[in-house]
């Protein structure tokens, strides 16, 4: 079995491949990126590195021969995703691979207001209409996000804010996500034509999950309920662009494009995140990390600024 993995450098990517390692020998393993200097580490391991790039078929077909199933982590690039993800998908097929494992996201409906919802949805058409075998992991809103990339600034302010509302969403630990991928490609036939709600175990309004930093982190941060159009002016305060720009989520800015942050808290706040199952227990066989769980791994992280 060839196992082939788009996003093999990024940090999903890294994490699902180090989990298929305890499962599968390395050989198994076609891992892809545009810069394969990056995968060194997992060339050494056995693996094999390929270079693929997404904006550029002919060479992704090449890269995906002899594959029999294929990860496709969803690209950031918003505006650009629907035709690099159908021409991973067309290529996959040219390729000779099977089974297309996707990446998509919670709440996943053609009314969604979410940029990325739609281009999830595009992506999900093509694939179930390529005739190919697939698997759709519905990803939730990462439970990472608040603890590790948000909670640090709103100790020293003092205040964050929200436009969802009373807005569900079950936030689901990156790595019950990349669990989850893991077990659906080391026993891909198992879950053909499957789709996966990957949520936590609980669902929670924003509030709730500021409410519960705030206590852990035992310093008052005040929950602001914004409307859209104040989140807006807050993004375009700090200079955030409002369309994509290549690069732009990276380790520093943390920043993705901000008419897709608002159309996404836009989609919370309407009940397209409301939703909360137990397929994580169910692939894995193990229960998803709660959201108290997830702030835990992270608040180490705030004491250091403290
Ligand atoms: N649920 C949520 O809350 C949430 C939030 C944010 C993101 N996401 C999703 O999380 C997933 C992955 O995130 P991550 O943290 O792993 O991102 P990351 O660390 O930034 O990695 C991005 C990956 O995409 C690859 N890539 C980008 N453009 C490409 C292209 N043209 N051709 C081939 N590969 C390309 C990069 O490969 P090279 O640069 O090595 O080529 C890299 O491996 C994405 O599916 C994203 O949509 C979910």
Redesign the pocket.
Known sequence: MKIVI????????RKITALLLQQVPASELIL????PA?LAAATALGAEVRK????DAPGLERALRGGDVMLL?????IGKRVQ?HTTAIHAAKAAGIKHVVY?S?CGIQPQTPSISGKEHYATEHVLQKSGLHFTILR????AD?IPQLLMPAAIAMGTIGFSTGNGMVAPVAKADCARAAASVLANYRTHTNAIYEITGPQLFTLADMIAHCSTVSRKPIVYQNLSHADKQAIFDAMGISRDYQEGM?NDTTNAWASDEMITYEMAIKQGFFSICSRHIEMITGQPALSFAKVVQLHRASWDQQE
Do not use: E
């Open positions: 788009s996003g093999a450098s990024g940090d999903l990517g892809l990126t545009r810069h990056k693929a790039d997404f904006d982590i969803s690209t950031l690039s690099q990446t996201s990803n939730s809103w990462y996000v989520m």
